[in-house]
């Protein structure tokens, strides 16, 4: 999952959420459905946004999008990152 608000910020690095398709039980893993939590795109299985995971990279190493995140998961995520860090 990148977090990019807007296209500049994108050419420079990405923030990033690691996703996993395996169950994974933590108190801030956020599951992803597979279609119906993206506005544009879709992925293969149901999977997992683990917002502790969150890592900078470059765009360079981005092969391909695979969508968009509706707003709904997008704010839940964001506020999960912002509630950790308030730790």
């Known amino acids: 999952?990148?977090?990019?608000?807007?296209?500049?910020?994108?050419?420079?690095?990405?923030?990033q959420d690691d996703i996993t398709s395996q169950k994974y039980e933590d108190k801030h893993v956020l599951k992803l459905n597979k279609t119906t939590d993206f506005i544009k795109g879709a992925i293969f299985v149901d999977s997992y946004i683990r917002p502790e995971r969150i890592f900078?990279?470059?765009?360079?190493?981005?092969?391909?999008?695979?969508?968009?995140?509706?707003?709904?998961?997008?704010?839940?995520?964001?506020?999960?990152?912002?509630?950790?860090?308030?730790?």
């Open 1 to 15: 999952m990148c977090i990019t608000p807007t296209k500049q910020s994108a050419s420079r690095g990405t923030n």
């Open 56 to 87: 900078t990279a470059n765009k360079k190493i981005i092969l391909k999008s695979v969508g968009i995140v509706s707003k709904d998961i997008m704010d839940k995520t964001i506020k999960i990152i912002v509630n950790i860090l308030n730790q």
